[in-house]
């Protein structure tokens, strides 16, 4: 049952120890199923765990796993889309608020299918200091292989025209218009 389908809702990431990492807010929820809730911005406002704000510059959809430890944010560039995936605990909702844990590590695919793991020493900093654990550890070692295998198959979802129709699903319901 999509009960966020059509809404305007906050994204919350947290860190392990339960400090607020980053919020977006507002995004827009273009599809909800049994596996993802996904969504669109544009220009969203962005605030910081130190309080900093700034706006996202390019439009995007993030899609974020109701089982697995990931989400994604597929940033619409003028060279092409560019799909930064979070490693991240599933996430839940509260309060139409979707909220998940950060676990640093990221992984990036760009235009020309080139995948690059990123964070990997904030990774061994905050794994020491918020005591991780081996399986945490585990977990993360097993969707960072996943989310590799799915990108260099062109699996779900890094599929460049589900992306674009997801867009069109969102200037469409959400009444945005497409320039700047």
């Avoid at 400090?19 to 599809?31: C, G, K, L, T």
């Avoid at 619409?76 to 995936?85: L, T």
């Avoid at 990221?106 to 794994?127: A, M, Q, S, T």
């Amino acid at each position: 049952m999509a009960i966020l389908k059509g809404k305007w809702i906050e994204i919350q990431g947290y860190k392990h120890d339960g400090r607020m990492h980053r919020i977006w807010d507002p995004v827009f929820v273009v599809e909800e199923n049994e596996e993802y809730i996904v969504v669109a911005s544009k220009k969203t406002k962005v605030i910081e765990h130190d309080y900093r704000m700034w706006h996202t510059k390019e439009p995007a959809i993030m899609v974020f796993s109701k089982k697995k430890w990931w989400n994604v944010i597929a940033m619409i560039k003028d060279a092409g889309i560019v799909y930064y995936v979070n490693l991240a605990s599933p996430f839940i909702i509260d309060k139409q608020k979707v909220k998940y844990i950060d676990y640093d590590l990221d992984i990036k695919l760009y235009p020309n299918h080139d995948i690059r793991l990123i964070d990997v020493k904030e990774y061994g900093y905050h794994r020491k200091k918020f005591q991780y654990g081996e399986t945490i550890d585990e977990i993360l070692k097993f969707n960072i292989n996943e989310v590799k295998q799915m990108m260099s198959k062109g699996g779900y979802p890094f599929i460049d025209e589900k992306i674009k129709e997801y867009y069109e699903t969102f200037l469409k319901e959400a009444n945005v218009k497409n320039g700047n």
